[in-house]
């Protein structure tokens, strides 16, 4: 019999369902009968419990089990017969009125959309380009030599600036009283690190070891202490120690301390460079990919399944939840987290991943293992061992399944690019490591 398939409102869809009685009974006495020959009673044998005594005891369980087994199989059945990509679960509902020996079910469920993809070839995308030039390698040098430099105390009478290290006492009031975490003593910075707020910087810059000062220092209104958050305290700091930074030379002795095969400065710049490749390739690939997947969004029409969007949801909440519990948010589980904050950010998940999904089946985007073998080779070069990350990434299914969902996206931003209308644009290097 033909499975007749209604339809209600865009991708919901209602059909019935029928079974026989008897084939629900069958199955409740083979279950119980099972079940018989192991289930432990006072009074009895193991195995010698008598069926009566099973059914009373269990066949309650046992028949709502089989009622759920037996009308999903056949909705599944349904499904299939009907050739219905099935979104989320479906609300299976008794129906009075069958006829006798049989149930009827009402299934209410939604489909998988129809995505009807539009016309790359006149879509627009913005690709990035950077290069990685001496500059950068520069910079990259002066912070690795800052990581390993060394401090030396100042005179007494030399006045603290820019790249000095102090030690210092401070106090903070707001309104007379002391703040917590306004107070500290034998406190060290960095001066011009932006470890502290440019009011703090400003009055330290220029004192000389043993003196003191008071300031005001407006605290922003984003700042993350919230009890001090766009408030003005009156600060005053005591310098007790003012050190010299040292920072080590250009040479080989600094490429040999950091583990460089090619120990001399020209060594030492071509692996700064490696690496710097490798990062902005993987920055720039994020920023392209993104642009890509909007154009994707934007030429796509399909309508969203709720079910996805909803399940979408409830990760992001949970996502949060576990987010609030690791910053140590005490009761993190009870915090009220309003559903809908997370609507827009699903439903344009559920979207891409549809999107995505059907530019992959009709162009034949999937991941190949032999890229998948070269992303992770990729990855791993630059550890230490990359032999050892590479087996860590193909020894488990899930990790290797994160890798192919990487490749997979990779794959269509490529597929995309070769068809949009794609203009270029550079972006210096310090903006584009600036960005997440």
Known sequence: MAVVVETLEKLERKMLLSMPVALIQSEVTARLKKLARTVKMDGFRPGKVPMNVVAQRYGYNVQYEVMNDKVGEAFANAANEAKLRVAGQPKISEKDGAPEGALTFEAVFEVYPEVKMGDLTVAEVEKVTTEVSDAAIDKTLDILRKQRRTFSQRPQDAAAEDGDRLTVDFEGKIDGETFEGGKAENFQFILGDGQMLKEFEEAS?????????????????????????????????????????????????????????????????????????????????????????????????????NASVQAEMQRLLEGARADLKQRGIKDADKVTIPEDVFRPQAERRVRLGLVVAELVRANSLQATMDQLKAHIQELAASYEKPAEVERWYLSDNTRLAEVEAIVLENNVTDFVLSKAKVSEKAVSFDDLMAQN
């Open 205 to 305: 810059r220029g004192m000389k070891t043993g003196e003191s000062k008071t300031f005001p220092l407006a605290f922003p209104a984003d700042y993350h202490g919230k009890d001090v958050a766009g408030k003005t305290a009156d600060f005053m700091v005591t310098v007790k120690k003012i050190e010299a930074a040292h920072l080590p030379e250009v040479n080989e002795a600094l490429a040999k301390s950091l583990g460089i095969e090619d120990a001399s400065v020209e060594g030492l710049r071509a692996d700064i460079k490696k690496n710097l490749d490798r990062e902005v390739k993987f920055r720039l690939l994020a920023r392209n990919k993104t642009a890509v997947m909007d154009a994707l969004v934007a030429s796509a029409e399909l309508d969203l399944p």
